[in-house]
């Protein structure tokens, strides 16, 4: 939306876009004025149409504020882009979706590499820590390869939250991943056996603790579905509160059996571009 540029006001405008030879001027919600030439636009954007942007000092009103647009105009100039490494991640998720709506394809290309550096861990934190956002951003936008190297991370999400948040595609994946926990993880295998019995640890006697193991890794295991991409920390005898317990080489069969049950579990569980 474009509105005449007044008299009386003296609003912000940004240090960083406001040559003199501008023809374009946009204002973000919080009140900052960018001066744009119309010839970057054409060049690297399409979701500006300059031949429908007035130059006659008209203001063209955008939707996002000043900090993701900021960042957005670097994109569309020939000079040294931001690295974005120590930028907040709400800051660029709004980036993200602003370089998409307006079609900031260096902008995109960019968020993209990132996006796809931190799935497949070369880069840490984002979609660890995002993972919902990172594969709603996916699905929206139609980057199907990021959608399916995110979707596994997601499972990690309260179930309220996927429903809420994530596509109908998006949720039925993870409720393959919770019907293996339910039939797999928390269900003991057909004819599991232990038995409590006595050996000898060193000279000394002492009792198999199968039950105590047994009692850890079901809790382990009823934490989530997230316990799930975790099976060698769930079933971890080296950690508290076993670590200082002795389970017989029988048993520890019995629970490796376990193991391999949910294994095969989660082995056929379809890949994510299957419910694309």
Known sequence: MSTPASDTETPSVSSKFNPPDADITFKSPDGVLFHIHRRNLEVSAEGFPPGEIS??????????????????????????????????????????????????FHAMNIWYIRMKYCVIGLALGMVQQHPGEVAVYA??????????????LIISLPPVEVIEILPPDLARYVQEWADVLTNDALLLPTNFTVSRHSTAWHGKPYQCSWAQYLLTITQRLGAGVHSLRSLDAMFDMSTPPVSCVGVEKCCQKEFGIWRLQIEEGIAEIPKFDIFL
């Open 139 to 152: 699905a929206k936008h139609d980057y199907p390869d990021l959608l399916c190297e995110a979707a596994p």
């Open 55 to 104: 130059t006659n000092g008209s203001i063209v009103e955008l939707a996002k504020m000043s900090a993701t647009l900021e960042l957005l105009f670097h994109f569309m100039y020939p000079q040294r882009q931001p690295t974005l490494e120590t930028t907040p991640f709400e800051v660029l998720n709004q980036l993200a979706e602003a370089a998409e709506k307006y079609q900031v």
